[in-house]
């Protein structure tokens, strides 16, 4: 069977990434030739948003003289070592995806589309390409829809615009097969179609990175270090700088950023998304604020912690609590003392992980 992907393999960003290689890796073993489509801007759809899209500017690092050019303060020497970095890490995911994805071989007609994982039916998110209703089963080059673990993220139903939820029920009759990631999607879907909703975990859980970890080779590493796992400069403030410095000092660990660089940090580290798994695996502890951290440091870490974000709190509750890691959360960085004595408990998770790998190949199979 020739199969799409339709996800965000175009965002650069380790979890979009690795999300996109475990479910293409996972289908193609199903005996399936799989390639990615990339995600369409449609006006028709855009348009209905008005002028609605949910910010969160409280999460990100405000640019100096009108945002034309990156604050001047202590860290401007750092800030411009990191814009160099942020290139080559950029090269470096491009070349992922033609190694990994082989993101430029595109085909006219599929048998199957499989739109997910991530936050694909996020339509009310600050991205390029807003509403569209390719995302929610408008995929004209398939014979057949269905999804994965897809996530609306921060999206609620009671949100949408009018038009917007009539234009998502009318296309989500396209949709054979429903699979959602979270409890705050599955009542999203609920409430815009009749159809039976399955729960799935996100591709990166489900799929064995053991040999690709195995094999990547680390960069140049401190001896001992702390991993810093978050966007784009989102750990900003004094406070959550201070401590995380604070406790880092206390215990003689490097903090490091990988993925996306945080300006206070002189140590960010160029990275494939394979090598992110093991310096995660490699780590003395791992403070992270997103998803797909937390999933990596689940996975790999022995000792971390998760800080939820008011954008992310929906998806990243439901994901500690379905995989048993809610003692790994906290509040603010207070906390991070109290996280540095707890051990993963990766018995319990590797028994729940093996349990959701079979209904994941059995929805699978089921469906396509």
């Known amino acids: 069977m020739k199969v799409c992907i339709l996800s965000m393999q175009q965002i650069d960003n380790i979890g979009s990434l690795l999300q996109s290689y475990a479910l293409k890796t996972t289908i193609a073993k199903l005996g399936n030739e799989v390639e990615f489509i990339d995600i369409k801007k449609r006006d028709e759809d855009y348009r209905l948003l008005g002028n609605y899209k949910q910010e969160y500017h409280e999460e990100r690092e ?4 009108l945002g034309k050019i ?10 411009l070592k990191i814009k160099r970095k942020s290139v080559e890490q950029g090269l470096v995911f491009d070349e992922f995806r033609k190694e990994y994805l082989n993101i430029d071989k595109k085909s006219r007609h599929y048998d199957l589309c499989v739109i997910g994982s991530d936050e694909v039916f996020n339509c009310l998110n600050s991205g390029a390409w807003g509403f569209t209703s390719q995302l929610f089963g408008n995929v004209a080059e398939a014979n057949k829809v269905i999804t994965y673990a897809a996530s609306c993220g921060s999206t609620k139903y009671e949100e949408l615009p009018e038009k ?16 959602v990631r979270d409890e705050n999607t599955h009542k999203f879907v609920g409430k815009l179609t009749d159809k039976s909703i399955n729960d799935n975990l996100d591709p ?9 970890v195995e094999q990547a080779a680390l960069p140049k590493m401190p001896k001992h270090y702390c991993v810093v796992y978050s966007y784009y400069n989102r750990i ?9 410095k604070g406790f880092c000092k206390k215990y003689q660990l490097t903090p490091i950023a990988i993925g996306a660089p945080q300006f206070w940090i002189k140590d960010y580290i160029v990275c494939s998304p394979f090598q992110c798994l093991k310096i995660f695996k490699k ?5 992270t604020d997103t998803f797909h951290g937390t999933i990596f440091a689940s996975k790999y870490a022995d000792k971390f912690a998760v800080l939820a974000r008011a954008s992310n709190k929906n998806k990243l509750l439901d994901l ?12 603010n960085l207070s906390e991070l003392e109290e996280k540095y004595n707890l051990l993963n408990n990766k018995e319990k998770f590797d028994s729940i992980i093996k349990e959701e ?7 699978l199979k089921n469906n396509m």
């Open 164 to 179: 917007v939820a009539e234009k998502i029920r009318k296309t989500f009759e396209n949709v054979s097969a429903f699979s």
């Open 357 to 363: 790998t079979q209904r994941t190949v059995q929805y």
């Open 320 to 331: 500690v609590g379905k995989i048993e890691m809610k003692e790994h959360m906290m509040s």
């Open 283 to 287: 780590s003395d502890f791992v403070i």
């Open 236 to 244: 900003h403030t004094a406070e959550e700088i201070d401590a995380i």
């Open 70 to 79: 990156s604050k001047i303060d202590r860290y401007t020497v750092n800030r």
């Open 62 to 65: 405000k640019d100096g003289l």
């Open 204 to 212: 990166v859980l489900i799929y064995n990175f053991d040999y690709e």
